[in-house]
Each structure stands twice: as structure tokens, then as C-alpha cells.
């Protein structure tokens, strides 16, 4: 394991939410380095994670309260709100069906809490999730990977992931199999056939600011 104390605090953010008895499952790049290598992606400074499971709005709260309370802090990134970038709240941001929390602290996390599965003529049944109130829509994944999950073992420890992996990993990138190639996982305006915006002056998504 190339990031030890990155697993520690993998292990103690799942711990969190299964206090509040709400599973969070490996996504994205996070899920394509330990499946296909068996650890973290080299580089990577994230870990991807989703929650399916709706709960309701003080919970939310409250795990991004114990997170915080645990010495997670809050990432330095803003989504657009209304045409207007505004900066990430400390903990949960969102409200009682889909949002996002942002934190670090020997690692970045940014785990989506996706709402029910809505239709998507591209999709068919989908799950969106919106960072916050107002907020353009920031990624979505269809419903089939998360109705029945597996699970990975990575250092004698079990998490939850997508299924089939495989069909999830070829929907999320262009070529996962081949590590020099490896892209990121489209945002919702990408996957529905728009066109990515780099300029946060003409209404982009998200501003990751390091």
C-alpha cells in the first residue's frame, strides 16, 4: 500500500458512517486503482467515494460534523450555484436528497451522496448528484451498478463497490484496463452529451482551487 496513512483514514471515515448505519461504496478512480492495481492510483490525491442509501437530512449533518470533529477539514473548492461559483460549507453541503462532502486531511475524500434514481433517455434509470442547493448538476451514475453491490479486499479489509465492476469501470472511463491511459470519469454535462466548460466564467460546475 503505497499511502498507509491515506487507508487509515479511508478506514476511519467508513467507520463514521457505519455509526450511522449508512454504507459508502468505492467509486471511480479510488475503484479503479484497487481493482485493477491493487492500491491506490499513483498520483491520485482523492478518494471517491458515494453514498446510495437515503438518509435523512440531520444525519447527513452530523456525519460531516463527526468528520470534521475527527480533524477532516474542508477542501478549498466552490460549485456553480445559480450562475454563481460559491464556496464549499464545512461538512455536508447539500440537502435532504443529494449533496456532497469535501474534506481532507492526509488525503483529499470527496464523497457524493447520489439521490433516488431518476429517468435519463440516455441512461435509462440514474442516480444525479447536485454539491448543494441550486447547484448545477455534478455527476451521475446509472442505477444498475448500485442494485445489487460486490465487494473488494484490499489489505484484509472488505469495502463495497459497484456491479458488475467491470461494466462500471467501461462506463466511467475510455479505456480503464490500460494505466497510461487512464482519463477522468465524465461530469454530468460530459455524460449527457454537452461539452465540458474550463472557464469558471462561463458557468463551469466545480473550481478546485490548490
Not at 15 to 36: A, H, N
Not at 48 to 64: C, N, P, S, Y
Request: aromatic fraction near 12%; proline fraction near 4%; glycine fraction near 6%.
Amino acid at each position: 500500500m503505497r499511502n498507509t496513512l491515506a487507508f487509515e483514514d479511508l478506514k476511519l471515515v467508513r467507520r463514521v458512517f457505519e455509526k450511522y448505519d449508512t454504507p459508502v461504496i468505492l467509486v471511480y478512480g479510488t475503484l479503479l486503482g484497487f481493482y485493477r492495481d491493487k492500491d491506490f492510483l499513483p498520483g491520485d490525491d482523492d478518494i471517491d467515494l458515494a453514498v446510495i442509501k437515503q438518509i435523512d437530512f440531520e444525519t447527513r449533518k452530523k456525519i460531516g460534523w463527526q468528520l470534521y470533529d475527527l480533524g477532516f477539514s474542508n477542501q478549498q473548492i466552490m460549485f456553480n450555484v445559480f450562475g454563481r461559483m460559491e464556496p464549499a460549507e464545512i461538512g455536508y453541503n447539500g440537502d435532504e436528497k443529494t449533496g456532497i462532502i469535501c474534506c481532507q486531511r492526509n488525503i483529499k475524500f470527496t464523497i457524493f451522496f447520489f439521490g433516488e434514481a431518476e429517468d435519463c433517455k440516455m441512461h435509462g434509470k440514474e442516480h444525479i448528484c447536485v454539491p448543494k442547493r441550486g447547484a448545477v448538476n455534478l455527476i451521475s451514475t446509472p442505477a444498475r451498478f448500485y442494485e445489487k453491490l460486490d465487494t473488494i479486499k484490499i489489505n484484509r479489509e472488505t469495502f463495497l463497490i459497484p456491479s458488475p465492476v467491470e461494466d462500471y469501470l467501461s462506463f466511467s472511463y475510455k479505456d480503464w484496463k490500460d494505466p497510461l491511459a487512464r482519463d477522468h470519469s465524465p461530469i454530468y454535462r460530459e455524460s449527457h452529451g454537452g461539452e465540458m466548460i474550463e472557464d469558471v466564467l462561463k458557468n463551469n460546475e466545480v473550481a478546485i482551487f490548490k
